[in-house]
């Protein structure tokens, strides 16, 4: 018999072994009315994240997935960034502190060169550096979906900002850019139903003006 009632799931700081990950997956892969998935802060490993992907392959439901703080790693990246690629529904995605690194960044970046429905993505204190901000740079380029994207706290220098910064003279969808503790208006949407703020270095803020 399968729960048509639940719509939010929620499992934190649980130790999750690959075991309950493949049960949660199942649920996913069966489950139309799943919409919140939380199961962060677990020691989800390469293995989950085959299993989750898999089941984001088929899932026609969920709308937020939070795998915040787990042990996920550029080849655990490379599966979500695979489902990504087939999943039609997911909107908001949240891998914060994950360790995916450059290659998970450039996983998922490819990813969302194709997917036209996720709008939110953080992935906030992972390593990245200035190639991984190269894949991003490129996947701004490309996407016409996401509206927020969150960066910071990874090891990007002022280049990879610029790179960044580059990319949002053509992008018209990203409405806001958490990139830094360090903040400024670097760039506004002409447009009154699309705000655009990002967080940048100060340095990087000096290249780029507020449009009217």
């Known amino acids: 018999m399968v729960n048509k009632i639940l719509i939010k799931l929620g499992i934190m700081h649980s130790h999750l072994a690959n075991e309950a990950i493949e049960v949660i997956s199942k649920i996913v892969i069966v489950n139309t009315t799943l919409t919140q998935l939380i199961i962060s802060r677990n020691p989800i490993e390469i293995e989950g994240c085959k299993l989750l992907g ?30 990504l690629k087939i ?7 949240n891998m914060k502190s994950s360790s995916i690194e450059y290659e998970g ?25 200035d190639e991984g901000t190269a894949a991003i740079d490129e996947m701004l ?48 949407s002409p447009s009154p139903r ?5 967080r940048m270095p100060s340095s990087a803020c000096k290249k780029k003006k507020k449009k009217k």
Do not use: P, Q
């Not at 089941?55 to 990246?77: P, R, S």
């Not at 490309?142 to 992008?171: H, M, Y």
């Open 105 to 129: 960044a450039k996983a998922i970046s490819e990813a969302l060169k194709i997917n036209s429905t996720l709008a939110d993505l953080k992935i906030n204190l992972n390593g990245i550096d």
């Open 87 to 93: 999943n039609k529904t997911l909107t908001e995605l």
């Open 141 to 188: 380029k490309a996407n016409r979906a996401l509206t927020r994207l969150s960066v910071g706290l990874n090891r990007i220098t002022d280049k990879g900002f610029e790179a960044i910064s580059e990319a949002l003279k053509t992008n018209e969808t990203l409405a806001e850019l958490k990139a830094s503790k360090l903040s400024c208006l670097l760039y506004t």
């Open 54 to 83: 898999k089941a984001l392959e088929v899932n026609e439901a969920l709308k937020i997935l939070n795998i915040t703080g787990n042990y996920i790693g550029h080849e655990g990246a490379s599966f979500i960034g695979a489902a």
């Open 194 to 198: 699309d705000l655009s703020t990002s």
